[in-house]
């Protein structure tokens, strides 16, 4: 998929996302930082974690692309010095339990043989309020249409031939089924930003004239935008006694003190309305 982010339409989606993930990355604060997938772009320049890990799955070498300065001045960046840390399979991350603080995923979901198992192992790996962050292409766009064209026309038998809309992808993932993958595994989705609404077109002279179609889709059709990112957070819920557990409590409370009278006998106080159950 890195050759393809060089096309006139690749630029154009990676400078919206590197935007995208300049935003969601620069307040998340912890020590270690994984980025799964795409080794090409820097996921992780503008945090300033300590430890940046870049994982892939692949053996294949890959060259680090040269990315858009960010639009936004106040954010700062900082490559990390080795582009590739580690290679590993995605849905067994060799990371200890608790152990991540971010986890980036630019479309890992889609290039994983596994999503659902992918999107577990990050949830096992990050720590209680761990953040992560996914980037997936959208289903119910332009781009997911012509992209299912692509996987039709191979299936038949004189057009096995003809090339899918991008590269190395499964079938796209859409956001209401990532959502509730993520509240499944004890996530909180925080915020959804869609962008990316001109066709797919492989000119860059036609692109820049439909540029006016990203003020328009954000303002009038914002969910069917090529691209979505997702920022959600892992919940760790404290225990609650209920039942049997939360009767024998009740039980076991001290007893009333009693309250002299002035002839003499004792009474028990009566119960207050802060104590009743």
């Known amino acids: 998929m890195g050759r393809w982010f060089a096309t006139p339409l ?3 989606l ?27 772009i820097d996921a992780l320049r503008a945090n300033r974690m300590l430890h940046r890990w870049v994982a892939s799955d ?9 990315m858009p300065q960010p ?11 080795d582009p590739l840390s580690l290679r590993c399979e995605f849905d067994a991350l060799p990371f200890p339990d608790h152990s991540i603080d971010l ?19 990050v949830e096992r790996v990050l720590v209680p309020e761990g953040r992560v962050v996914i980037v997936c292409l959208n289903p119910a766009s332009l781009w997911g249409v012509r992209q299912r064209l692509g996987h039709s026309r191979r299936n038949e038998g004189p057009s096995r031939d003809a ?8 079938p796209f993932m859409g956001y209401r089924r990532l959502r509730d993958w ?29 540029a006016w179609a990203d003020a328009v889709g954000k303002t009038w059709w914002p969910v069917l935008g090529a691209v979505y990112c997702v920022q959600a957070v892992k919940r760790v819920r404290g225990m609650r006694l209920v039942g049997l557990a939360r009767a024998e409590v009740r039980h076991a409370r001290a007893p009333r003190p009693a309250v002299a009278r002035r002839d003499g006998a004792a009474m028990m106080s009566a119960p207050s309305e802060k104590g009743l159950p």
């Open 71 to 81: 639009e936004d001045h106040s954010i700062t960046t900082r490559s990390p010095d």
């Open 58 to 66: 692949s053996l294949a070498d890959h060259d680090r692309m040269q």
């Open 10 to 12: 690749g630029r154009y």
């Open 163 to 170: 090339s899918t809309f991008l590269p190395r992808t499964g």
């Open 14 to 40: 990676v400078q919206w996302e590197q935007d995208c993930l300049d935003h969601a990355v620069t307040d998340a604060f912890g020590y270690h930082a994984l980025q799964l997938g795409l080794p090409e």
């Open 103 to 121: 986890a980036v995923l630019p479309h890992t979901l889609e290039m994983s043989r596994d999503p659902h198992l992918t999107l577990s192992e």
């Open 182 to 210: 993520l509240r499944l595994l004890g996530f909180e989705v925080e915020a959804a930003r869609f962008g990316c609404w001109r066709p797919p077109l492989r000119s860059q002279a036609w692109l820049d004239r439909f």
